[in-house]
Nanobody, 114 residues
């Protein structure tokens, strides 16, 4: 069955960095665009970043442009989100998704706080 397992979240100070990973299985990973979403307490889930099948084209939410980088390694069936210059407002549960499907990971918590 399809599985998406996020890792790499945790507690960091403002200005710090984290790299999230999403390990995929149960489908032909390289044939699908991937995305990262986040949901903060009391807020609706929002799209953070997307990446096409070959990893050539990416898109970002305005709030993370210049700070976050999405990438993928099709040989490892893994998509990444490198997060830098983190801010308290980045605090959220981050989830990966196979774009245009209902296939979601369970999410990993990112908390940015002094």
């Amino acid at each position: 069955q399809v599985q998406l397992v996020e890792s790499g979240g945790g507690l960091v100070q403002p200005g710090g960095s984290l790299r999230l990973s999403c390990a995929a299985s149960g489908f032909t990973f390289r044939n699908y665009a991937m995305s990262w979403y986040r949901q903060a307490d009391g807020k609706e889930r929002e799209l953070v970043a997307t990446i096409n099948t070959a990893g050539i084209s990416t898109n970002y939410h305005d709030s993370v442009k210049g700070r976050f980088t999405i990438s993928r390694d099709n040989a490892k069936n893994t998509v990444y989100l490198q997060m830098s210059s983190l801010r308290p407002e980045d605090t959220a549960v981050y989830s990966c998704r196979v774009q245009y499907t209902n296939w979601w990971g369970q999410g990993t918590q990112v908390t940015v706080s002094a």
